[in-house]
């Protein structure tokens, strides 16, 4: 299991410091200017370790060194990965370097486990479409067998096929990151805070009947949720369209109820 273009934020225990993490490739990534922030050192001397950590080849460079794209830069600039982290953390004798390693550790469990319990799920999707999709012919070639059907009787069942196929494309498109979000909405009408959606939420409860089980959390997931969707990274919206904020919300809101609803 693998992860890709991932943030999540680091915030010390005083909260003066907060570092956007990118997570890809089953690691935590700082570049030099972040890992300068996070051990309050000079930005030589975080050179000076890095450069020694390769040089007495404590760790192999071409796996713990990327270059990545960041806004507002022209070059691509290097990040490194956790064990490069720790390794300065440790030259540079910082008390922060363990709490950032224990928090990253926590972080990356999290993570692959999430990730693997999602792959499960979508794997277990798709073969229940393809399942479906099986079914749905072998009815029609039995139909088109032992019955003359009408245009209507037809196009309902070609409906059928089409919408099964689409939705099979989908899925294989975006297992292979090959899907393509157009037709988006870039232009932001409002910011939903907390307390809004749980206005909303409430008014919905007693739209349909007022249910002791409707819209409860089962912790304040939902308001990391909601502030989730407006994450930005170097000034940058994680979630640039209107669409892709909704349907985010969406699956973490599925994703924050379902333990209370099994």
């Not at 319990?117 to 277990?124: A, D, G, I, K, P």
């Not at 907390?194 to 089962?218: C, P, T, W």
């Not at 969707?229 to 109820?257: C, H, M, R, W």
């Amino acid at each position: 299991m693998t992860f890709k273009d991932q943030i999540t934020i680091y915030q010390t225990n005083d909260g003066t410091t907060s570092i956007e993490v990118k997570l890809e490739n089953e690691t935590i990534w700082l570049n030099q200017a972040q890992i300068t922030n996070l051990f309050k050192r000079d930005r030589t001397v975080i050179t000076k370790h890095i450069n020694n950590i390769f040089k007495e080849k404590e760790l192999e460079e071409k796996s713990n060194v990327q270059k990545m794209h960041i806004a507002n830069s022209d070059r691509p600039v290097n990040f490194y990965s956790l064990d490069v982290i720790i390794s300065v953390g440790y030259r540079v004798k910082s008390l922060e370097g363990t709490k950032f390693r224990i928090w990253a550790n926590k972080i990356l469990k999290e993570y692959l486990v999430k990730g693997y319990s999602l792959n499960e799920m979508r794997l277990r999707e798709q073969n229940e479409q393809l399942n479906s999709l099986k079914n749905t012919v072998n009815l029609l070639s039995t139909i088109l067998e032992n019955k003359s059907l009408n245009t209507d009787e037809a196009t309902g069942l070609l409906r059928v096929v089409t919408d099964y196929a689409y939705a099979l494309s989908i899925l294989d498109k975006y297992d292979h990151q090959q899907l393509i979000i157009e037709g988006t909405t870039a232009e932001q009408l409002f910011v939903i805070n907390y307390v809004e959606a749980k206005q909303a939420i409430h008014d919905l409860k007693d739209k349909f009947g007022g249910s002791s089980l409707f819209g409860n959390e089962k912790d304040e997931s939902f308001k990391s949720s909601i502030a989730t969707i407006y994450q930005t990274f170097n000034g940058i919206d994680l979630y640039p369209s209107v669409e892709e904020k909704a349907a985010n919300l969406l699956y973490f809101v599925v994703y924050i109820f379902w333990p209370i609803v099994q």
